[in-house]
């Protein structure tokens, strides 16, 4: 095989360089090159720099730190006449050759809104691909990382925006003049985040007042919910409806105060985690899951004292008298709709005739007891903590999907 090739090399006239070509190169090229000046022989004009970006990951976004970072790669293209060389002179087919990023002039972009420290884009140990008419092409990968105010209001069914922002500090859109490969990420790439969807990436390049240019990578993206909907709104809406039970709790157990306040503190737990992972800035607005649950924490308080109150009904003395405002209420609510057994004056030898009648409202021949108070609360308090459970919840979601 490889006399073959040796073959058609000597009789075809097949040209290729040698190392020793490729290092003479080099040597040609940086001999008396600086690095610290900008290409371009005519100084009136500035360096058409060609930028892109490549988009690997989403690697996390940190809605109370303010952050995001993204695992991807620039893609950088301009001209330097001083690396211009005629492949003729070096073996005949040297049109491409390597140059570490240290050894000639490249944009050194650094981040406008950093997460942490400044640091610019690209290591010195990198390497630039030099084309023999001069084309340069850069493209370092990094970790970048930067802040981005999370936007809360809807959690956990948000829409994020974020913008990583980079410039060129100490050149003006006169020396240097970016433009776009494309209006938006190079997504072959990318690699699917298990906690946010990316709707729509944008690259764009924009001028300053101070006329430098910064090159904006913006993010949209939206939160998977099932995550949530499984693991925290249902637990929460089912919270909030068990409490309903307690008014049907049979007071003789003694246990009625203990759960209302059990489900009221699994409320506020859930508060807390809530809490937990959201910024503490109010500005733009503060979730409105967090709203709703100091409005379920109100709720429940305000059944605990419900459940309080028909305690003391249940269990005070029947030789106090029920005042006539309460003997009415016990009448409206309870008493109209429970059947009364009226025992009729039995006779001897005479079959005993029991009668199902509903007696009048302001009839005081049925004598009222406090425990007839109690029920009568608890009909009361159960239908109306139930309305202001579904108002809370179907305001709230009526607003997060509106």
């Known amino acids: ?124 140990e990198m390497y630039c691909t030099v084309e023999d008419n001069g084309e340069l092409n850069f493209h370092p990968p990094d970790l970048y990382e930067s802040t981005c105010d999370a936007d809360v209001t809807h959690y956990p069914f948000d829409e994020q925006k974020c913008s990583l922002l980079y410039y060129i500090p100490g050149y003006y859109s006169n020396d240097i003049n970016i433009t776009a490969a494309s209006s938006a990420f190079n997504m072959e790439l990318y690699e699917k985040n298990g906690l946010w969807e990316i709707l729509k990436t944008s690259f764009s390049v924009k001028t300053s007042a101070k006329n430098f240019q910064i090159i904006s990578l913006t993010i949209v993206m939206t939160r998977r919910t099932a995550y949530y909907i499984a693991g925290l709104l249902l637990p929460i809406v089912l919270m909030n409806f068990i409490q309903l039970f307690v008014f049907l709790l049979p007071v003789e157990s003694g246990e009625r105060v203990g759960f209302s306040i059990t489900v009221l503190l699994a409320v506020a737990v859930f508060l807390t985690i809530i809490q937990e992972k959201l910024p503490e800035a109010s500005e733009p607005n503060v979730s409105l ?114």
């Not at 006239?13 to 190392?19: A, D, L, R, S």
């Not at 004598?367 to 919840?393: E, H, T």
Request: a neutral charge; proline letters at 5%; one cysteine or more.
């Open 1 to 124: 095989m490889l006399g073959k090739v040796w073959f058609f090399s000597l009789f075809l006239g097949i040209e290729c360089y040698t190392i020793a070509q490729e290092t003479l190169l080099h040597q040609n090229l940086l001999n008396g090159y600086n690095k610290r000046i900008r290409p371009g022989a005519d100084r009136t004009r500035p360096v058409n720099l060609e930028a892109s970006f490549t988009l690997v990951t989403l690697k996390e976004f940190s809605e109370s730190d303010g952050k995001i970072a993204v695992v991807g790669a620039f893609g950088f293209s301009w001209r330097d006449e001083r690396l211009v060389w005629d492949p003729a002179s070096y073996g005949g087919d040297l049109y491409r050759t390597i140059v570490y990023f240290e050894d000639i002039w490249v944009p050194q972009f650094v981040n406008l809104n950093p997460y942490d420290k400044l640091k610019r884009v690209g290591l010195d």
């Open 289 to 402: 899951l967090t709203y709703k649950l100091l409005v379920d924490m109100i709720i429940g308080c305000g059944m605990i004292f419900a459940v309080i109150i028909g305690m003391r009904f249940y269990h005070r003395s029947d030789d106090i008298r029920v005042p006539w405002i309460l003997r009415g209420f016990t009448r409206c609510f309870y008493l109209c709709c429970t059947p009364i057994n009226l025992k009729q004056s039995i006779k001897p030898d005479e079959v005993v005739e029991i009668k199902h009648e509903k007696p009048s409202i302001g009839s005081d021949e049925i004598p009222i007891k406090w425990n007839d108070v109690g029920k009568a609360f608890d009909r009361v308090c159960l239908p109306l903590f139930f309305l202001s459970l579904v108002m809370n919840n179907v305001v709230y979601f009526i607003t997060i999907f509106a």
